[in-house]
């Protein structure tokens, strides 16, 4: 009787130890999964971090994720340009399939808006112009970028640091369409003519009706400014 019951006790801890293993591996798997989840979170927060900016266009809407870090003084440029609403009703003037879409300030009568002063050139952050990156057009000048951007259609890394002189010292990439690569490609599409020097213009406008910062209320542009005149003035004659 005394050899079942000291087996019976010898089961029983065998059986209590697989349990609390058991028990401690479930835990374990639990907190590797949570502090994986945290992890993913984290990472996912610290992405999040960069500014986007939206484009509404009238094809479609470009969300374009910006490189702070990287391009510090490119992406305060850009933004403040956008702040100030000053790409609100320009268009793409420049679009050649295969290669890239730039825009930056001019009008549907193909007017360039007065700009800020240029900005120092961030060519050599190491970024590349890849396709879907956002970069700094400028002049021949490596310092002259103010108000125009381009969007890369596909690999163009020929426009990246390559050198010190003009020619070769690239353009500075400072953000990539996040969203609406798609709307881009189907601008890069659309028919083109030469206007007086300039080539490469959709023959039907490409605008850019509305560009803000993605979470900031839109800026308001004297046409907003001027139909919330005319509801105000509505409103006070009835």
Known sequence: ????????????????????????????????SEDTKASKEATKTKASTNPMVVLKTNYGDITIELFKKKAPI?????????????????????????????????????????????????????????????????????????????????????LDHHGEDPRSYGYAVFGKVAKGMDVADKIADVEVTTKGQMKNVPVKPVIIEKAYVLGEEPAKTKSDQKELKKEAKKIGEK
């Open 1 to 32: 009787m005394k050899h079942v019951l000291l087996l019976v006790v010898i089961v029983g801890m065998v059986a209590w130890a697989f349990a609390s293993q058991n028990l401690l591996a479930e835990e374990s798997s639990k907190k590797v």
């Open 74 to 158: 490119s992406v305060e440029n850009f933004l403040k340009y956008v702040r100030e609403g000053f790409y609100d009703n320009t268009v793409f003037h420049r679009v050649v399939k295969g290669f890239v879409l730039q825009a930056g300030g001019m009008t549907k009568d193909l007017v360039q808006k007065k700009q800020h002063e240029p900005i120092k050139n961030e060519a050599t952050n190491g970024l590349s112009n890849k396709r879907g990156t956002v970069s700094m057009a400028r002049t021949s000048a490596i310092n002259s970028a103010t108000s125009h951007f381009f969007i890369n259609l596909k690999d163009n890394t020929f």
